[in-house]
T-cell receptor, first 110, second 115 residues
Framework: GQQLNQSPQSMFIQEGEDVSMNCTSS?????WLWYKQDPGEGPVLLIA?????ELTSNGRLTAQFGITRKDSFLNISASIPSDVGIYFC??????????FGQGTRLTINP | GAGVSQSPSNKVTEKGKDVELRCDPI?????LYWYRQSLGQGLEFLIY????????KSGLPSDRFSAERTGGSVSTLTIQRTQQEDSAVYLC?????????????FGQGTRLTVV
C-alpha cells in the first residue's frame, strides 16, 4: 500500500527561525494536505494542494505539491511560540483513503 | 453542527469491558475515518467509510475492534473486552466525496483510558 515518509521527525529551533519539513511517497497522490495538531486537540487543516507544482501560502506558511506528485513540503517563516505542535502531511489518490505521514514535532526555544 | 463531533470526550473503563465511541460527521460528508493516536505518536489508521462502498477495515488491530456507520452519517467504533494497550485518543474525521478534491476535518477525539 501507499506509504508516506515525513521528515524530520522532530525539530528544535529558536524563535524567529524558518522551518522546513517534507513528505515523500512511494506512489503518486492527487491531493496533499498539511495539518497541525496542538496538545489535546484534533489535527487542524493548514493547507490543501490539488495540482502538481502548485505553491500555496497561508500567512507565514507555504506549501508545495511536488511536480512528480510524490512529494510535498511545508515551510514556516519567522517562527513564533504558537507554532509549536505536531505537523502531519497527508496524501490521497482518488477515492482511496487518506494516508498520513508520521508527523514532525516542532519545539521552539524562546 | 458545524464540525465533526465526537463523544464522549473522555472515557475511563475497566479492563475487559466493552466501549462504544461515537462520531457525528459534518453534514453531507460521505467519507468518514477513524484513527488511533497513542501519547506522542502519529495517527494510526483504523477504518474508512466512503459512501455505500464496503468499508476499508485494513487498519483494525484485532477482531475486538469493529465500526458501523448507520444511514451514511453517524459512526460508532466499538472495542470489545478492552485491554490496557487500547488506551489512546480515538480521532474521527470526515470529508466530502474524495474524488472531488476535498479536505478531511477532524473531531476533538475521545481519550480512552483502560484501567
Amino acid at each position: 500500500g501507499q506509504q508516506l515518509n515525513q521528515s524530520p521527525q522532530s525539530m528544535f529551533i529558536q524563535e524567529g527561525e524558518d522551518v522546513s519539513m517534507n513528505c515523500t511517497s512511494s506512489s503518486i497522490f492527487n491531493t496533499w494536505l498539511w495539518y497541525k495538531q496542538d496538545p489535546g486537540e484534533g489535527p487542524v487543516l493548514l493547507i490543501a494542494l490539488y495540482k502538481a507544482g502548485e505553491l500555496t501560502s497561508n500567512g507565514r506558511l507555504t506549501a508545495q505539491f511536488g511536480i512528480t506528485r510524490k512529494d510535498s513540503f511545508l515551510n514556516i517563516s519567522a517562527s513564533i511560540p504558537s507554532d509549536v505542535g505536531i505537523y502531519f502531511c497527508a496524501g490521497q489518490l482518488g477515492a482511496q483513503k487518506l494516508v498520513f505521514g508520521q508527523g514532525t514535532r516542532l519545539t521552539i526555544n524562546p | 453542527g458545524a464540525g465533526v463531533s465526537q463523544s464522549p470526550s473522555n472515557k475511563v473503563t475497566e479492563k475487559g469491558k466493552d466501549v462504544e465511541l461515537r462520531c457525528d460527521p459534518i453534514s453531507g460528508h460521505t467519507a468518514l475515518y477513524w484513527y488511533r493516536q497513542s501519547l506522542g505518536q502519529g495517527l494510526e489508521f483504523l477504518i474508512y467509510f466512503q459512501g455505500n462502498s464496503a468499508p476499508d477495515k485494513s487498519g483494525l488491530p484485532s477482531d475486538r475492534f469493529s465500526a458501523e456507520r448507520t444511514g451514511g452519517s453517524v459512526s460508532t467504533l466499538t472495542i470489545q473486552r478492552t485491554q490496557q494497550e487500547d488506551s489512546a485518543v480515538y480521532l474521527c474525521a470526515s470529508s466530502l466525496a474524495p474524488a472531488m478534491n476535498t479536505e478531511a476535518f477532524f473531531g476533538q477525539g475521545t481519550r480512552l483510558t483502560v484501567v
